[in-house]
């Protein structure tokens, strides 16, 4: 099976930077994904690692280590828009996710 | 259709009752999941399957069954429905080739009494 962490919540000003710590045990590796979830609704695709390094996808970025069972979410130049849940997950061999708790980032002006 | 449709969008039921869920997809993607998401606890998998035909169990499969007689269609159903299920429920699906990111529905929000 997986076990995930992650912080249950964190708050930024709005244009400032928040990072996102995801730390993860498992018994088979296949993947890390990170999704964005409103309040009320479903979950969003942000962004996906599978080897080792930095992905950037523009205020986005998400980072993996994989000897060291580690992933963040870089959100840069917060808007409020940015206010919701983010939730990190890691997919198995059998194409199956297995996903944290969730981090609620909170957006002040 | 476009995308993942789930019905109903909520739902209260009396303890005992049978219920389904329905999920559907236009998007032809071989895989598809439901998972019930808790206040405190994330998105859980209750069953899932990689092709039409084929079922796994996921990690809370216990009082859920679901069949996937085609490609669009995934239904959950609970037999006899307990008030430890009341959840929302979440149907996804997605294509098992390269990054292969799931795509969720609105969800069903279930409440038994």
């Known amino acids: 099976g997986q076990n995930i962490d992650q912080p249950t919540e964190m708050t930024a000003t709005e244009g400032a930077i928040v990072q996102i710590n995801c730390t993860y045990q498992t018994s088979g590796f296949n993947g890390l994904f990170w999704y964005q979830q409103h309040a009320g609704e479903a979950p969003t695709f942000l962004s996906y690692n599978v080897l080792d390094g930095l992905e950037e996808k523009g205020r986005f970025s998400s980072f993996l280590s994989r000897s060291k069972g580690y992933s963040y979410l870089l959100l840069k130049e917060l808007q409020m828009k940015d206010s919701a849940s983010y939730l990190c997950?890691?997919?198995?061999?059998?194409?199956?996710?297995?996903f944290g708790a969730g981090t609620t980032v909170t957006v002040r002006a | 259709i476009a995308g993942i449709t789930q019905a109903p969008t909520s739902q209260i039921l009396a303890a005992g009752r049978r219920m389904t869920l329905r999920c559907t997809q236009d998007m032809r993607h071989n895989a598809m999941y439901w998972y019930r998401q808790d206040l405190g606890l994330g998105l859980r998998l209750i069953h899932y399957s990689n092709t039409a035909g084929t079922t796994g169990k996921g990690e809370v499969p216990d009082g859920y069954s679901v069949s996937r007689a085609n490609t669009d269609d995934f239904p959950l159903t609970l037999a006899s429905a307990v008030p430890s299920q009341t959840s929302v429920y979440f149907c996804?699906?997605?294509?098992?080739?390269?990054?292969?990111?799931?795509?969720f529905g609105p969800g069903t929000r279930l409440t038994v009494l």
């Open positions: 997950a890691v997919r198995d061999g059998d194409y199956k996710l297995s």
């Open positions: 996804a699906s997605s294509d098992l080739a390269g990054a292969g990111e799931q795509f």
